[in-house]
Every structure is written in C-alpha cells, then in structure tokens.
C-alpha cells in the first residue's frame, strides 16, 4: 500500500506595517493599558521630569522666585527657547515611550515601528526628505494664487537676528526633527499598529488621524481639517511604503517651515497655536500633501520598497505580563 504525501504546510500570510502588532501580543485590554501608558508617559511623567530639570536650572541661576520664573520660561502662549526646548523634548519623548510600551506590552522588538525592516531606511528617508522640498515648491506655486490663510501674523519686514533668535534657531534646527519624529512614532507608529491589531486598514489611517488632529487642542475648524488631512496623508504613506521614514520626512519638513517663518517674520506664539485660520489654507496644504503622496508611492514602487514582513521574521519570545 503507497504512503500518502503530507499536506502542505500552510504558510501564515505576512504582515503590512500596521498589522505588525497581530504577531505579538494584543488584546483589548492590552490595547487599553497602551493608550493609558501612553498618556501617562507623554502628558505627566515626561513633562514633570523636565520641569524639574527647568526648576534646578533656575535654582541655580540665582532666582529670587524659582516656581515663577520656571513657569514664565515653559509658556507656551508667549514662547521662550527654553519653553520651545522643553515642548520639542516632550514630544521626543514619545520615541522611547512607544519603544518601551511596545516592546514590554506587546512582546515585539521595538524596531519594528520604525519599518517592516525592523529599523529605520535612512536611503529611503533622504529621498522622502528631498521628495517634500519638491512637494514645497508645488505649494508655493498654488500659494501664490491663493489669499494670505497661514494663520499666523506676518509682518513685511524681518525680525532681528538677536541673541533669543539665535537660540531659537538652534532649538529649532535640532529638536524639531526629533519632536516631529516623537509624533510620529506615537500617532503613525504605535497608534496605528494598535487600531490595525483590531480593525480593517481604513480605521488603521483614520483613528490616528483623529487623534493626532484632536491632540492639538482647542483650534478653528480649518486648521483641525487641515491636520487631519495631514494625519490620514501620514497614515497612507506609512501603510503603502511599510514604514514611517516618509511620514518623518513631511512633519520634519513642515514643522522647519513653519517654524523658520515664525523665526524670521513671525513669533512662535502664532506658530504654536494659529488663529483665524481659513478654509483657503485648504487647498495650499492639499497640493503639498498630495503632490508629496504621489511622488512618494511613485518613487517607492519604482525602488520595489517592501511593505509587509514575514511572520517567522516578526516572531519574538512571548512572556507574560
């Protein structure tokens, strides 16, 4: 009597971006722990270890009142390049409060919210980065048929380069990247990977979307449109290229933008929190978001970029928690 040939094994299907979190450990209640942890990290342990670090610094200047001074240095409304420091560090934080969330909740190594490589594409994110200078120019071209809508006062002459300019530029130069990075891996990272551990991809893009545009606070109606249109054109690119390098690439480049204007012509108290913003601000952000999305999924798919990983790849040791 013949043997019968055994039956194929199976081969389990691989993962995009934001289903990575299915290959680890996810449940409800995991999900729920995640999103406290989160904001506990981000909105009060993070912010009470840096003032502290502001109170020592005044303490040490010789203040006569530490807590007022300390908090006249972290207004936000009226920004100084210690308020601006402190905000862009916060908001750095993320990075290392996802990785930690991630990998001890979720059992995955942290370098898999960066890519489905598991670590950052520097090449590819160069290449995003030069993308988005080309996605600016495009933006420029439609602003300047379009009426004054950036919300922010802009005065004909520029501001003088004194010594808090210079301060502000280089507050500006190295931390925004990193703060624009720490959004990022909090909203297109870990948010994402979350809602995609449970739901269809367009919740995976939209709930973070929401989310990232709600997290900006009190603003007009246009302006929260407007960065929920940027939100779900993060949340495209990170699920057709696989990985947050060109998400990066446009938040790095439209927070230096924006604040690189308020350096010059501005001040950070508008470009921190814009009023009167209106629905001509619109099209001018489209054409820049859309032209870079294009750009991006042209150039990505030319490269042949991969955008899903293996399971047996993804595979880490599972504990409990």
């Not at 936000?76 to 905000?87: R, S």
């Not at 969330?101 to 919210?113: A, C, E, F, T």
């Amino acid at each position: 009597m013949g043997e019968t040939s055994p039956a194929p094994v199976e081969r389990a299907p691989a993962l995009e971006y934001h289903q990575l979190q299915r290959a680890g450990a996810h449940s409800w209640w995991r999900s729920v722990l995640g999103i406290v942890l989160l904001v506990v990290i981000g909105l009060i342990v993070v912010p009470g270890v840096l003032q502290v670090f502001v109170l020592i610094g005044v303490a040490i200047s010789g203040s006569a009142d530490i807590g007022s001074d300390a908090m006249d240095l972290l207004d936000l409304d009226d920004p100084t390049p210690v308020g601006l420091a402190y905000l862009n560090l916060t908001l750095a934080a993320l990075i290392p409060a996802t990785f930690l969330i991630s990998w001890w909740l979720h059992r995955l190594r942290p370098g898999w919210l960066t890519s489905v490589f598991g670590r950052m594409r520097w090449k590819l994110f160069l290449i995003c980065l030069g993308l988005s200078f080309v996605a600016l120019l495009a933006t420029l071209v439609v602003s300047s048929f379009m009426p004054d809508s950036s919300g922010q006062e802009i005065s004909g002459e520029m501001n003088a380069f004194d010594t808090q300019a210079k301060q502000f530029a280089l507050v500006v130069l190295l931390l925004t990247p990193l703060q624009a990075a720490g959004e990022e891996y909090a909203f297109r990272g870990y948010l994402t990977q979350l809602f995609g551990a449970h739901f269809p991809t367009i919740v995976a893009v939209l709930g973070p979307a929401v989310l990232f545009a709600l997290a900006h606070g009190a603003q007009d109606p246009p302006i929260f449109v407007d960065r929920l249109a940027f939100g779900i054109v993060a949340g495209i690119l990170v699920v057709r290229t696989g990985g947050l390098e060109a998400g990066i690439a446009m938040h790095v480049l439209n927070n230096w933008l924006a604040f690189s204007m308020a350096l010059m012509f501005s001040d950070f108290g508008s470009a921190l929190n814009p009023t009167g913003g209106t629905w001509w601000s619109l099209p001018v952000t489209l054409t820049q978001s859309l032209v870079y999305l294009g750009l991006v999924l042209w150039v990505t798919r030319t490269m042949g970029v991969s955008r899903v990983a293996e399971r047996p790849v993804l595979a880490a040791p599972q504990g409990r928690v």
